[in-house]
């Protein structure tokens, strides 16, 4: 989800080509003379200004402004960057500088506002000799400088970037340059691209910048070293931030996220080949435990034969044939679960990708997201590309609203009726509904998405309680919070809210279940995300989700954000009750719950969606039926997808403890089969930066 106070109401609570000459005179220092023909510091000159729009969702979120001088021997880069539309309540506004040598060394850097994240940055790193004095808000701290560095923070400004890219041009190396304060970053040649401006074809250099944030960001250079496009240029995993440069005109956006996630595909796909070779023969995983996921009683020391991306055959190891040739995997005391579903997923990066297979997520929903990269790595797994799991896709529509929130919005039914044939005609097997759709709107896109074979599914606009918006054709519901309203004790003269108490024996909570029955209502609640957002901030977020302590460094800050004050501790465990007492309800009640994490912590948080409805008093193989045939039926994938029976695709996961016996055990993922390969879960979580 692009953001939790837009998503969820309670919280509203390597040399390149030769250098351009006409640049390096620009930027090369040009000491002035004196009468005497000695050297004198010089006026600042200004030698390159821009201007960056950055955009979420191909919607204006705010903009960079830039200006390079030449100071003396020295070139300093002035950013501004804001983004007054952004839907947080701290609007991200940072002045940040850089002082280079005229070969483009950092001298000093410093950077003060507030990022994307809400929280405040107050960094400056000054170089003196071999030695940096850093500061961080009032703590001071000197650093050793290598012999190849640069400055940068948490968030780099993209003419900081942009700066970056032109000094690794100046100063070629295979290796990652080291960063001060602290980190690396990657920088790839990823290839040219051309691109028609006003009729004008421009050629313009692809690269690769690691290690900056999570994930990588795919940016463009034109002849001259200046910044095009970026995109996945920070804010939080939870979006992705894209950026163009003046005069190039919004129509290039499609055309550079699909680029980036092509690039991204193309880069994975190379490390899947490495992490694990196609194989020719098939392959045979004997020994384990199968729990098939059917109800079924597990099957002991079993064989589990694949051919191709299909599962041949099930069964005792005495009574399967392993064919000549095939590898074969001794699985002796582990177990064999179907591949798991994330119903509720925004893969913003391709890093997402490994991120979900090697927590044993082989399919999922994307319920949100650019259609042009979304579409792209939809299209990548199913040829057996990149590096991800399959994809079923959900297209958001939103009602015209003041916020610059999504780029689908309409209020007409003619509008309605063309963005769900969009989505269809793009191979979309749902409609995503989001929070200002109008009530009559509703409808109108339920019934043509309906007419089109498709679903519906999504958040209950604010005009509409969950019983009104599936009374109007709405056939799923994301989050339980758009769900408690109707199982609620209503206070007179009083806005919902999640502190109220459930009133699950009420007439009005009776015809909830009974409207949700009748229509066959299906509720991801994301109660992971839940747990993160009112956890009081002084609890640790490794107490109750391990996972934290493994993600990689650029998520730590970010993830540690979410939260609720301390000081509401009781009601925020109230809330976390009435949320799990909810959910057991719809479950024992008939209503289908399937799991889906809102991102979260990548990967990690499905596993602890399954723990909390184990807590919530589902059984442990129910709870794993909620992200493995439940999801294939409802999304009628069920003879494809969602057990482990012969015929069906070979989705497998590979653990090293029983997750019926505990279903903690789910995080013990060893290995995991996907379109016919085999990966081991420790190298795909390395490859993201992750530990194993």
Same mark, same amino acid.
């Given at each position: 989800m692009p953001h939790k106070s837009r998503e969820l109401p309670f919280r509203r609570v390597a040399r390149v080509a030769a250098l351009n000459v006409s640049l390096l005179v620009a930027l090369a220092p040009q000491p002035a003379a004196t009468a005497q023909g000695t050297p004198a510091r010089a006026n600042p000159q200004v030698v390159e200004r821009g201007r960056f729009r950055v955009f979420e969702t191909k919607l204006v979120q705010g903009e960079e402004t830039y200006e390079i001088a030449r100071e003396g021997d020295s070139l300093v880069v002035n950013s501004k960057f804001d983004l007054p539309y952004w839907g947080e309540e701290r609007k991200p506004s940072l002045a940040a500088t850089l002082r280079t040598s005229g070969d483009l060394t950092p001298e000093r850097y410093e950077i003060k506002g507030v990022?994307?994240?809400?929280?405040?940055?107050?960094?400056?790193?000054?170089?003196?000799?071999?030695?940096?004095?850093? !500061?961080?808000?009032?703590?001071?701290?000197?650093?050793?400088?290598?012999? /190849?560095?640069?400055?940068?923070?948490?968030?780099?400004?993209?003419?900081?970037?942009?700066?970056?890219?032109?000094?690794?041009?100046?100063?070629p190396q295979k290796e990652p340059i080291q960063l001060l304060p602290a980190g690396e970053a990657v920088i790839e040649r990823r290839g040219a691209d051309t691109v028609t401006v006003g009729g004008k074809q421009i050629k313009l250099e692809r690269y690769s910048l690691g290690a900056v944030l999570w994930g990588r960001q795919t940016l463009w250079l034109d002849a001259e070293r200046r910044l095009v496009a970026a995109v996945n240029i920070g804010g939080d995993v939870?979006?992705?931030?894209?950026?163009? !440069?003046?005069?190039?005109? *919004?129509?290039?956006? #499609?055309?550079?996220?699909?680029?980036? =996630?092509?690039?991204?595909?193309?880069?994975?796909?190379?490390?899947?080949?490495?992490?694990? #070779?196609?194989?020719?023969?098939?392959?045979?995983?004997?020994?384990?435990?199968?729990?098939?996921?059917?109800?079924?009683?597990?099957? !002991?020391?079993?064989?589990?034969?694949? *051919?191709?991306?299909?599962?041949?055959?099930?069964?005792?190891?005495?009574?399967?044939?392993?064919? /000549?040739?095939?590898?074969?995997?001794?699985?002796?005391?582990?177990?064999?679960?179907?591949?798991?579903?994330?119903?509720? =997923?925004? $893969?913003?990066?391709?890093?997402?990708?490994?991120?979900?297979?090697?927590?044993?997520?082989?399919?999922? !929903? %994307?319920?949100?997201?650019?259609?042009?990269?979304?579409t792209t790595l939809r299209e990548a797994a199913r040829r057996g590309r990149g590096l991800q799991p399959r994809l079923t896709l959900a297209g958001?529509? %939103?009602?015209?609203? *003041?916020?610059?929130?999504? %780029?689908?919005?309409?209020?007409?039914?003619?509008?309605?009726?063309?963005?769900?044939?969009?989505?269809?005609?793009?191979?979309?097997?749902?409609?995503?509904i989001r929070d200002h759709v109008k009530p009559e709107i509703l409808k109108v896109i339920t019934a043509e998405a309906h007419r089109l074979g498709m679903t519906v599914t999504g958040h209950v606009p604010?005009?509409?309680?969950?019983?009104?918006?599936?009374?109007?054709?709405?056939?799923?519901?994301?989050?339980?919070?758009f769900v408690a309203p109707v199982f609620s004790k209503k206070v007179p003269g009083q806005k919902y809210e999640l502190t109220n108490r459930l009133d699950l024996g009420s007439p009005e909570a009776k015809h909830a279940l009974a409207v949700f029955k009748e229509h066959g209502t299906v509720v991801d609640p994301t109660l992971a995300t839940m747990e993160l957002l009112v956890r009081p901030k002084d609890v640790p977020i490794e107490t109750f989700e391990p996972g934290m302590r493994k993600v990689a460094p650029e998520l730590v800050e970010q993830l540690n954000l979410k939260g609720s004050d301390p000081r509401a501790a009781p009601i925020a465990r109230a809330v976390e009750a009435r949320l799990l007492a909810l959910v057991f309800f719809l479950h024992r009640n008939g209503v289908p719950v399937v799991a889906g994490t809102d991102v979260s912590v990548p990967g990690h948080s499905l596993h602890?969606?399954?723990?909390?409805?184990?807590?919530?008093?589902?059984?442990? $193989?129910? =709870?794993?039926?909620?992200?493995?045939?439940?999801?294939?039926?409802?999304?009628?994938?069920d003879g494809e997808l969602g057990t482990v029976e012969a015929g069906k695709r070979a989705d497998l996961v590979i653990l090293d403890a029983d997750p019926l016996a505990d279903i903690g055990n789910i995080r013990a993922v060893r290995l995991v089969v996907a379109q016919g390969r085999l990966y081991e879960s420790a190298r795909l979580w390395q490859l993201v930066g992750f530990k194993p």
């Open positions: 990022k994307a994240t809400e929280n405040e940055i107050d960094e400056a790193v000054e170089i003196r000799g071999r030695v940096a004095d850093v !500061r961080a808000g009032d703590k001071a701290s000197q650093l050793n400088v290598p012999e /190849r560095f640069f400055t940068l923070a948490y968030y780099a400004p993209l003419s900081f970037e942009q700066t970056l890219v032109r000094y690794w041009l100046n100063h939870e979006t992705n931030f894209y950026a163009l !440069r003046d005069p190039y005109g *919004e129509e290039l956006l #499609p055309f550079f996220v699909r680029r980036a =996630a092509e690039d991204g595909v193309d880069r994975l796909t190379r490390a899947a080949d490495q992490i694990s #070779p196609p194989r020719a023969g098939a392959l045979a995983v004997v020994g384990a435990t199968v729990i098939d996921g059917t109800g079924r009683e597990p099957l !002991r020391d079993a064989t589990v034969l694949v *051919e191709g991306d299909r599962i041949a055959a099930v069964g005792a190891r005495s009574r399967v044939a392993v064919p /000549r040739g095939a590898t074969v995997v001794d699985a002796t005391g582990k177990f064999i679960i179907p591949g798991l579903w994330d119903m509720h =997923a925004h $893969l913003y990066q391709v890093e997402f990708g490994p991120a979900y297979l090697a927590a044993g997520i082989t399919s999922a !929903r %994307d319920v949100g997201n650019d259609i042009e990269f979304a958001y529509i %939103d009602g015209k609203n *003041e916020g610059h929130s999504f %780029d689908v919005q309409v209020d007409t039914p003619e509008a309605a009726r063309a963005a769900v044939r969009r989505y269809k005609e793009a191979g979309y097997e749902q409609i995503k604010e005009a509409l309680d969950a019983v009104e918006a599936i009374e109007a054709g709405q056939d799923q519901i994301n989050h339980i919070s602890r969606e399954l723990e909390l409805y184990v807590k919530a008093g589902l059984t442990p $193989l129910e =709870a794993l039926q909620t992200a493995t045939l439940t999801p294939a039926r409802v999304m009628k994938l």
